[in-house]
């Protein structure tokens, strides 16, 4: 049976709202309008990315054994891809290097009731009409409203997977209902910490501050953490301070420091619990696509390992 972009919804999570084209494709988005408006009044590279599919996904529970739907991109980054989820397993995978700007994706399935997750691309912009699905599905069910804020790694540049993003590894574990306003390049900037109307997180996550390291000053990131305790008050926050990179070593003094100076300040909230970055990830160039962004083997790393951090501080 074909489903209405109306059904659509209700099994497609990672989006704060959607809009429907002239043509018929669902798109859903992350960021709020005016948020949008900053990006591309700011900067054409975060502008580009804040339409992305980051961390969107299809997940319910069904005895379907064919899926298929029509997609459309509009705007591809890195190609990494689709990628069909059967009980926790990978079952089907399609690189984006391989698709067309356009066409059909079909999925066969096995026999009896499983758990679905389709992952979309998470550095490219998809949209999606005439899913089918030959047998009755119930949306999956989530725990915690959560806003996970980041740059490229948090986005999901890197693994050149969509479903081994460390976003992604993670949250098969927290199945968290989570909206990932991950976007690469990104910084610590006040000018898109803003009341989001009809959304309000029961947690936040924030992994950030790897781009900036060289500035003069902490003033960025005071006036983030000010903003933040001013537009989402006592919420829970879980800052992760920058994981290690190796690709400026003569500049590696700088960056620790810098990354010192992220814990003290966030820390001095009683909201914020910070998770030492440094402890997720091996410091090895092999853990790395380019001794900045986790590879497929960093992210696992980088996931478990903050899971086990979140189970440790409590934050879940």
């Known amino acids: 049976m074909k489903i209405s972009n109306e059904q659509l919804r209700s099994i497609y999570f990672g989006a704060l709202r959607f809009e429907e084209t002239e043509d018929g494709y669902l798109q859903a988005f992350q960021y709020t309008e005016s948020q949008m408006d ?32 029509d997609y459309k991109f509009i705007w591809k980054g890195s190609e990494d891809s689709v990628e069909l989820f059967v009980d926790g397993m990978a079952t089907k995978i399609y690189y ?31 949209l999606v009409r005439d899913f089918e699905i030959n047998d009755v599905f119930t949306p999956a069910k989530k725990g915690k409203k959560v806003l996970w804020i980041g740059d490229s790694i948090t986005q999901g540049y890197g693994p050149l997977r969509s479903a081994q993003t460390y976003v992604s590894i993670a949250n098969r574990i927290l199945n968290y209902d989570i909206v990932n306003q991950g976007i690469g390049g ?35 990131v005071e006036e983030y953490y000010k903003s933040l305790k001013e537009v989402y008050g006592d919420t829970p926050v ?24 992220v814990k003290k300040i966030a820390g001095q909230y ?16 092999e853990y790395y696509l380019d001794n900045l962004h986790p590879n497929v083997l960093g992210t696992e790393h980088y996931a478990r390992n903050l899971v086990a951090a979140i189970e440790k501080v409590k934050f879940r």
């Open 270 to 285: 009683s909201n914020v619990t910070v998770i030492d970055g440094f402890t997720l990830v091996p410091h090895l160039p």
């Open 96 to 126: 984006v290097k391989d698709m067309g700007e356009a066409g059909t994706l079909s999925f066969e399935l096995a026999e009896g009731e499983k758990n679905v997750i389709i992952y979309l691309p998470a550095d490219a912009t998809v």
């Open 238 to 261: 879980l800052c992760i301070s920058p994981i290690w990179r190796g690709d400026r070593p003569e500049e590696y003094g700088m960056f620790e420091t810098f990354c010192a100076n």
């Open 38 to 69: 900053y990006f591309r009044n700011a900067f054409e590279f975060w502008y580009d990315r804040c339409f992305a599919t980051t961390a969107k996904t299809f997940e319910f529970t069904t005895k379907a054994t064919k899926i298929s739907f």
């Open 186 to 220: 990104y910084i610590y900037d006040k000018n898109t910490m803003v009341p989001m109307e009809g959304y309000r997180p029961d947690k936040i996550i924030i992994a950030m501050g790897t781009n900036q390291f060289w500035s003069p000053t902490m003033d960025a």
